[in-house]
């Protein structure tokens, strides 16, 4: 549909870097690469320092000093969760990468506290403070922002390689053309709008558009987090349940549960209801956890409950790619996918490199928000400048199809809805997800295979249902790539819980590598990446 | 879900419609903006961080609505009362300052 208007753009932009999403990842490309003199679009679904899963939460920082013993323990720490497919290069300059951009965050004046000894504590940051001033910082910069605007598909020119994307502005129905010389990716991840905080923008477009360019994922087998949070609430942050104690409705204690055994709620949620008390928590700690985290508290006091005191029902909310690791392929250390032009950051881009296969509760998250989106925006610019003049004189075309394109004359309208329930009904479920089977897993592909030929085969009518109908398409290829992938693994490895291989297997430790869209494909790759380009972004 | 928006105190300035993520608003001509999407609300409690005159009330129940009252709101201090904690608005200063992360974290080990 799109496609053939391609002269109907109420908004028709230049620009050398396009950056598509604007959390921290993205506000962080578009800092760097305007920073190092690249003319700079950030489009974003939402707007830009309220949208995504940071501005919401807050987050916890992988901030380490770069002291060799906190470094070393750093980097120690998550290897064996992850399942030993990190990578400790990428940790070292994540680390640093890191601890450069927070500290310039205190010299852009964000208002870090001080610890008990009088030091300045980075490690911690309140999501609308810190995404407030983020945008601030882009604007200055010189950044143009578009706001209220997703992306819908990706523009390659006659080589393949990426020149752009094109979008609509969601509350003037006004289309929108960006052609760039180069185009960074950070839409985050997909958690399939199950109303964790924050992340009901987060639908996997960017994998979707990414893979319509010809983009590969990576680690789509590590996707199945789930958040805590009180039964009734959006609010997933789960910190505070290190502090509680899980219960049956009668109050008895259930064994083993706790924040870091989530498998066990999830089993007894299968069943009956799970109840919380944050009861560990010390009389004296009260206060400096409502400091902590303000937002955490906001349903307990709206709803008069007093988590200290008193029992409130639990739930595991899908948090899905948000805090599982899989996103785009990165092929190597300037945050390059794999096809020429597009760049990823962020949750959009695989986490793997510095958490294998399970991050779960934070700090590396932010952290690779942080530096991803800190060397896609260097390298971005640098690739665009490398183009010169070139981008004018090519031939763009649209390269987005399901979701965009009406089908025959004879296809059906989209029942975009249905769609949408349709792959939460797979998603979703513990049974499903979280313990995974292979009789299960194959179901739940064929269902969803069924439902990508069904938003193949529809029509989308209006303009108004475009957006829901590509991120609709978005869900249903996540949970493709997901799947295909987690049948690949046979075994148990980080977060990826296999019921029928409930062994690591020292043999796979690998990657799986997937991507299509009609067929879906999945392929092991060993573990170490493609060796440096160029040494990009040392320190800020 | 975003269950208010109270017609006495808005001023009409559209800052919800504008920075909600998930677009629940429509903006009206010379009235206050409507909830015209409720169902899409991901209560991230974004708008009332963002309403300068604490006009908006979300509800903590995520997946169903709730019938709230004003002036029941204003007399519990529940309107306005995120934007108070985190000390964003007129003459506050944000509570970012007074994080207190580092002393919960060393209680983990
Ligand atoms: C409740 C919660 C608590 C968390 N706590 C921590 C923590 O303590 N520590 C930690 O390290 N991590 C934490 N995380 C994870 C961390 O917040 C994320 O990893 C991080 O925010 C990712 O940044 P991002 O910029 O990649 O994505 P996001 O912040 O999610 O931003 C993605 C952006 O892309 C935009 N977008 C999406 N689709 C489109 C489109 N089609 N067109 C244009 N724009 C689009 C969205 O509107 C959004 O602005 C938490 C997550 C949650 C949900
Ligand atoms: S932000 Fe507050 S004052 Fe402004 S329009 Fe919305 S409700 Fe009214
Ligand atoms: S709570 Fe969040 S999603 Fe709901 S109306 Fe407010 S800003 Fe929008």
Redesign the interface.
């Given at each position: 549909m799109l496609k053939t208007l391609t002269t109907d753009f109420e908004l028709d932009l230049e620009a050398d870097v396009l950056v598509i999403g604007g959390g921290p990842a993205g506000t962080w490309a578009a800092w760097s690469a305007a920073s190092s003199g690249a003319r700079v679009v950030l489009v974003d679904k939402g707007y830009c320092g309220t949208t995504g899963c940071a501005a919401a939460s807050g987050n916890g920082v992988w901030y380490v000093p770069p002291d060799p013993e906190a470094r070393e323990t750093a980097k120690a720490s998550r290897e064996s969760l992850g399942g030993f497919l990190s990578d400790r290069s990428w940790m070292d300059r994540v680390l640093d990468q890191t601890y450069a951009n927070v500290n310039q965050l205190a010299e852009w004046g964000y208002p870090f506290p001080t610890d008990d000894e009088g030091k300045p504590y980075r490690r911690s940051l309140q999501g609308p403070e810190y995404m407030r001033l983020m945008r601030r910082q882009i604007q200055r910069a010189g950044v143009k922002i578009l706001d209220n605007s997703p992306a819908l598909e990706l523009l390659v020119d006659n080589d393949g390689a990426v020149a752009g994307a094109t979008g609509v502005n969601r509350q003037t129905g006004e289309k929108w053309i960006v052609r760039s010389q180069s185009t960074i990716i950070a839409t985050g991840g997909c958690a399939f709008l199950s109303k964790a905080l924050g992340c009901n923008v987060l639908t996997g477009d960017g994998y979707l558009m990414a893979a319509e360019a010809g983009a590969e994922m990576s680690g789509m087998e590590f996707s199945n987090a789930y958040g805590i949070s009180p039964a009734f609430s959006s609010v997933t942050k789960t910190l505070f349940y290190n502090w509680a104690t899980f219960t049956y409705e009668d109050g008895t204690v259930i064994p083993g549960a706790s924040s870091h055994r989530r498998s066990i709620i999830a089993e007894t949620l299968l069943q009956q209801p799970v109840y919380a008390i944050i009861d560990k928590a010390a009389e004296s700690m009260r206060p400096s956890m409502r400091l902590a985290q303000p937002n955490f508290f906001l349903p307990f006091d709206r709803a008069g409950i007093d988590p200290f005191t008193q029992r409130f029902p639990v739930t595991l909310r899908l948090e899905g790619t948000v805090r599982g690791t899989g996103g785009i392929r990165i092929v190597d250390e300037s945050c390059a996918s794999s096809v020429r032009g597009l760049y990823a950051a962020g949750d959009a881009a695989t986490r793997e490199l510095i958490c294998g296969g399970f991050t779960g509760g934070g700090s590396h998250n932010a952290a690779w928000a942080i530096s991803s989106g800190y060397w896609s925006g260097k390298s971005a610019a640098e690739y665009s400048r490398s183009l010169g003049e070139y981008k004018t004189q090519r031939l763009v075309l649209g390269v987005g199809e399901v979701g965009l394109q009406s089908g025959s004359d004879r296809s059906q309208p989209l029942a975009t809805d249905e769609v949408i329930q349709a792959v939460q009904a797979e998603v979703f479920p513990y049974e499903k997800n979280y313990f995974r089977t292979e009789q299960g897993l194959t179901e739940s592909l064929g269902k969803l295979n069924h439902l990508w030929q069904e938003l193949r085969s529809s029509q989308v009518t209006s303009d108004k249902e475009l957006i829901r109908a590509r991120e609709a398409a978005a869900m249903v290829a996540t949970a493709r790539w997901m799947y295909s992938s987690a049948i690949e693994r046979k075994e148990t490895r980080g977060m990826h819980k296999h019921q029928d291989y409930p062994e690591l297997d020292a043999n796979q430790q690998h990657h799986l590598i997937s991507g299509g869209l009609d067929q879906v494909w999945v392929k092991s790759q060993p573990l170490s990446i493609e060796k440096p380009l160029s040494k990009i972004g040392a320190a800020v | 879900m975003i269950e208010l928006v109270s017609e006495s105190r808005c001023i009409k300035c559209n800052i919800c419609?504008?920075?909600?993520?998930?677009?629940v608003f429509d903006r009206v001509a010379d009235a206050p903006p409507t909830i015209a999407r409720q169902s899409?609300c991901?209560?991230?409690?974004?708008c009332e961080?963002?309403c300068p005159v604490d006009a908006l009330y979300v509800?903590?129940?995520?997946?169903?609505t709730a019938s709230v009252n004003e002036a029941e709101l204003v007399e519990v201090g529940?309107l306005g009362?995120?934007r108070e904690?985190?000390g964003?608005g007129h003459k506050r200063?944000?509570?970012?300052?007074?994080?207190?992360?580092?002393?919960?974290?060393k209680?983990?080990k």
């Amino acid at each position: 549909m799109l496609k053939t208007l391609t002269t109907d753009f109420e908004l028709d932009l230049e620009a050398d870097v396009l950056v598509i999403g604007g959390g921290p990842a993205g506000t962080w490309a578009a800092w760097s690469a305007a920073s190092s003199g690249a003319r700079v679009v950030l489009v974003d679904k939402g707007y830009c320092g309220t949208t995504g899963c940071a501005a919401a939460s807050g987050n916890g920082v992988w901030y380490v000093p770069p002291d060799p013993e906190a470094r070393e323990t750093a980097k120690a720490s998550r290897e064996s969760l992850g399942g030993f497919l990190s990578d400790r290069s990428w940790m070292d300059r994540v680390l640093d990468q890191t601890y450069a951009n927070v500290n310039q965050l205190a010299e852009w004046g964000y208002p870090f506290p001080t610890d008990d000894e009088g030091k300045p504590y980075r490690r911690s940051l309140q999501g609308p403070e810190y995404m407030r001033l983020m945008r601030r910082q882009i604007q200055r910069a010189g950044v143009k922002i578009l706001d209220n605007s997703p992306a819908l598909e990706l523009l390659v020119d006659n080589d393949g390689a990426v020149a752009g994307a094109t979008g609509v502005n969601r509350q003037t129905g006004e289309k929108w053309i960006v052609r760039s010389q180069s185009t960074i990716i950070a839409t985050g991840g997909c958690a399939f709008l199950s109303k964790a905080l924050g992340c009901n923008v987060l639908t996997g477009d960017g994998y979707l558009m990414a893979a319509e360019a010809g983009a590969e994922m990576s680690g789509m087998e590590f996707s199945n987090a789930y958040g805590i949070s009180p039964a009734f609430s959006s609010v997933t942050k789960t910190l505070f349940y290190n502090w509680a104690t899980f219960t049956y409705e009668d109050g008895t204690v259930i064994p083993g549960a706790s924040s870091h055994r989530r498998s066990i709620i999830a089993e007894t949620l299968l069943q009956q209801p799970v109840y919380a008390i944050i009861d560990k928590a010390a009389e004296s700690m009260r206060p400096s956890m409502r400091l902590a985290q303000p937002n955490f508290f906001l349903p307990f006091d709206r709803a008069g409950i007093d988590p200290f005191t008193q029992r409130f029902p639990v739930t595991l909310r899908l948090e899905g790619t948000v805090r599982g690791t899989g996103g785009i392929r990165i092929v190597d250390e300037s945050c390059a996918s794999s096809v020429r032009g597009l760049y990823a950051a962020g949750d959009a881009a695989t986490r793997e490199l510095i958490c294998g296969g399970f991050t779960g509760g934070g700090s590396h998250n932010a952290a690779w928000a942080i530096s991803s989106g800190y060397w896609s925006g260097k390298s971005a610019a640098e690739y665009s400048r490398s183009l010169g003049e070139y981008k004018t004189q090519r031939l763009v075309l649209g390269v987005g199809e399901v979701g965009l394109q009406s089908g025959s004359d004879r296809s059906q309208p989209l029942a975009t809805d249905e769609v949408i329930q349709a792959v939460q009904a797979e998603v979703f479920p513990y049974e499903k997800n979280y313990f995974r089977t292979e009789q299960g897993l194959t179901e739940s592909l064929g269902k969803l295979n069924h439902l990508w030929q069904e938003l193949r085969s529809s029509q989308v009518t209006s303009d108004k249902e475009l957006i829901r109908a590509r991120e609709a398409a978005a869900m249903v290829a996540t949970a493709r790539w997901m799947y295909s992938s987690a049948i690949e693994r046979k075994e148990t490895r980080g977060m990826h819980k296999h019921q029928d291989y409930p062994e690591l297997d020292a043999n796979q430790q690998h990657h799986l590598i997937s991507g299509g869209l009609d067929q879906v494909w999945v392929k092991s790759q060993p573990l170490s990446i493609e060796k440096p380009l160029s040494k990009i972004g040392a320190a800020v | 879900m975003i269950e208010l928006v109270s017609e006495s105190r808005c001023i009409k300035c559209n800052i919800c419609v504008n920075i909600c993520p998930t677009n629940v608003f429509d903006r009206v001509a010379d009235a206050p903006p409507t909830i015209a999407r409720q169902s899409d609300c991901q209560t991230c409690y974004m708008c009332e961080l963002y309403c300068p005159v604490d006009a908006l009330y979300v509800a903590p129940e995520s997946d169903v609505t709730a019938s709230v009252n004003e002036a029941e709101l204003v007399e519990v201090g529940l309107l306005g009362s995120y934007r108070e904690n985190i000390g964003w608005g007129h003459k506050r200063t944000s509570t970012a300052k007074a994080d207190q992360t580092f002393q919960i974290l060393k209680q983990m080990k």
